[in-house]
């Protein structure tokens, strides 16, 4: 198991080597059914960094729904929305809940959400959902799921805002050559706990970019995972988060590659101030015996701003086959970089100007990436108010 | 007119083992319009004195004076330091991922000149100064100093000069990493930088390959954390002749 070195004295220590995690991601059990997962203590490999207390009883079954979540919706003119109840057969289809909470989630939700993006058709503007949570003190479960049929494209961006505790799953279901670009925003009021499974499934040749933005909250746990039904299928896995202090943010990945002549790319950085904040990262990516020619890399990079900030971040790649094109993976968590510091201030600009800069700067190369205007100027105005709220 | 005065500076670099002395007693004043060259051999501290005077926060002063007209420079924090006229051309420059370098120049000249330059001239000026170091144009849109080779790295060093116009510049082995050609277009650029301005000039290298480019009128042989030895430009000649050897023994004793 590679656990990459979170010391924040280490300024960028790399961790790229290629190892085996002490148990397969490929033994990992899965199941639609809360009661066939046991009761997480704390101490499983997928739960030891989270505050399970923290969690409200969503992991215990103590939580039962008492609130509700609600949708607002600016659909493109192409995209169809239908709520479907449990029975719709194309529902599930995505993947199984592989934790407790996404079963319990999975088994409480009573309507879903489904979008979608008919056949060969591009969607000629951005789709939004955006679910406020349901309120404070109040426990929801959902369900939603993005469908792009063969050849069709869109941009959806997810938008979870409000207060309350909140677990769901969410599916996108790709068709064959389809396209899609996700972005699921997780803006929280700071009452806020959200656990959310979310299944990538790519169709023969498709190509998901799924971006996970997370900024607010008290505790997020944001678990997706992808796999692919065919060869040829292209998965760009981007995440940005930022943690204040005492706020909980976890970002779980795993990509599995079953499949021959598949492609993905993950790249998350995280920023993290104040007392207590906490992220946590990781990236489990799985190249069966069968997924020949693959091609992945994942990169995570945390910028510890202050004193009393930690990031964990655990890259794990594991190889059934010699017959790949490529695969790296690479964590580091640096504190602030003092280096960089001095050399701008070397130049005149005062300290707070010089720690702006190199901030923005970490977050500039996944900022690019970002092609949905309204969520990156969104951001950067994010990103702008956190750097206001320590005074740097 | 301006003086840099470094009066007995002793400095420590701070590792994770602890405080090592560097800086032995450093004595040095360089008026504006005189090009001092500090020559000597690898961990001499040549680049600690730099450092030390640009007030990096690895470096600690730990006795001793750095004046800039009767200013104290040390209780100045790092950018105070710059806007007040200091400039250091890096031997290491930093990479800054994602801070593109028109953006860092152009917020370094506003901090300096204490207003934002109007933008047609500002373009102009920039342009004019990469013309002159031979630099392309598409250096702009990247990042600072990222993924650039040595020769380019101190290129840039010397645009920022030219375009924050300091009244003291340390250029620490400056012509480290550069060859035949780019040496020469760097030092046309600082000759010309002199020329035009009145500037005093610290110049930091272990080769006097350098001072046949640009022509110092102090040499200064620097061994063991101090200046051992000063004269005119004929101690280069000696130095480039005899070598170190003869500089480090004493310094040793
Ligand atoms: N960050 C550092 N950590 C440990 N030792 C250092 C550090 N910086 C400089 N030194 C030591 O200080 C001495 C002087 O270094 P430096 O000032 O870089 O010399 P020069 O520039 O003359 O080659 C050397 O012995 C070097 O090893
Ligand atoms: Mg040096």
Request: proline share 4%.
């Amino acid at each position: 198991m590679t656990v990459a070195d979170n010391t924040a004295a280490a300024n960028v220590a790399e961790a790229a080597e290629v190892t085996i995690p002490a148990a397969s991601r490929a033994e990992r059990f899965a199941s639609y059914d809360v009661e066939a997962f046991e009761v997480p203590g704390g101490r499983e490999e997928n739960w030891r960094f989270t505050p399970m207390k923290r969690l409200r009883g969503l992991h215990d079954g103590s939580a039962p729904a008492t609130g509700e979540a609600e949708l607002e919706l600016e659909t493109a003119p192409e995209v169809r929305v239908e709520t479907v109840g449990r029975d719709d057969q194309r529902l599930g289809q995505a993947g199984v809940p592989s934790d407790r909470i996404s079963a319990q989630a999975y088994s409480s939700f009573e309507k879903a959400t489904l979008v979608t993006v008919p056949a060969e058709t591009k969607a000629s503007a951005r789709t939004l959902v955006r679910l406020h949570g349901p309120g404070e003190g109040k426990t929801a479960y959902g369900h939603v799921q993005l469908r792009a049929e063969q050849f069709g494209e869109a941009t959806v961006v997810l938008d979870h805002v409000g207060s309350g505790t909140y677990a769901d799953n969410i599916e996108f279901v790709l068709g064959d050559g389809a396209q899609l670009t996700v972005v699921s925003v997780q803006d929280w009021a700071d009452d806020a706990v959200h656990v959310s499974e979310q299944h990538l499934k790519l169709g023969k040749d498709s190509r998901l970019k799924h971006i996970v933005v997370t900024l607010g909250g008290d505790l997020v746990r944001v678990s997706p995972t992808a796999t692919f039904a065919g060869p040829g299928g292209d998965v760009e896995m981007l995440g940005l988060h930022f943690a204040d202090s005492g706020q909980h943010q976890e970002h779980r990945l795993f990509v599995d590659h079953a499949v021959p002549h598949c492609k993905s790319n993950v790249l998350y950085k995280g920023a993290l101030q104040g007392d207590g904040a906490h992220s946590v990262w990781i990236g489990d990516v799985l190249i069966r015996a069968a997924a020949e020619a693959t091609e992945t890399f994942e990169l995570n990079r945390n910028l510890v701003l202050t004193e009393g900030a930690r990031a964990d971040s655990v890259p794990n790649l594991e190889i059934e086959t010699g017959e790949i094109s490529g695969a790296g993976h690479a964590s580091a968590t640096g504190r602030f970089d003092d280096e960089q510091l001095f050399y701008l201030q070397a130049r005149g600009l005062p300290e707070e100007e010089a720690r702006r800069l190199v901030v923005r700067g970490f977050f500039h190369e996944i900022l690019m990436k970002i092609e949905v205007p309204e969520v990156r100027e969104r951001l950067e105005a994010a990103i702008e108010a956190e750097l206001e709220a320590i005074g740097v | 007119m301006a003086t840099l005065e470094i009066k007995d500076l002793h400095a420590d670099v701070v590792t994770d083992e602890g405080n090592k002395p560097i800086l032995n007693g450093v004595n040095l004043t360089i008026r504006s319009g005189e090009t001092h060259a500090i020559m000597g051999p690898n961990g001499s501290g040549k680049s600690t004195l730099s450092y030390a005077i640009a007030g990096h926060p690895k470096y600690e002063v730990t006795s001793g004076e750095v004046l800039l007209d009767g200013e104290n420079v040390l209780e100045m924090s790092v950018d105070e330091r710059a806007r007040a006229g200091l400039f250091l051309a890096m031997q290491y420059p930093v990479e800054v991922p994602g801070v593109s370098m028109s953006n860092f120049l152009r917020s370094a000249a506003t901090a300096v000149r204490g207003e934002a330059p109007k933008l047609r001239h500002w373009v102009k000026e920039v342009k004019d100064e990469m013309g002159q170091l031979e630099i392309s144009p598409e250096f702009a849109e990247r990042s600072v100093n990222e993924g650039f080779s040595g020769g380019e790295k101190k290129r840039h060093e010397i645009l920022q000069m030219a375009l924050l116009k300091p009244k003291f510049a340390i250029l620490d082995e400056t012509d480290s990493g550069l060859d035949v050609d780019a040496l020469r277009t760097v030092s046309s650029a600082v000759n010309e930088y002199k020329s035009n301005n009145e500037v005093g000039v610290m110049l930091i290298t272990h080769y006097s390959r350098l001072l046949k480019h640009i022509e110092p009128d102090f040499v200064h042989v620097f061994a063991g954390g101090k200046v051992v030895q000063s004269g005119g430009k004929e101690l280069a000649d000696e130095l480039e002749a005899d070598g170190y050897v003869k500089f480090t023994t004493e310094a040793a004793v």
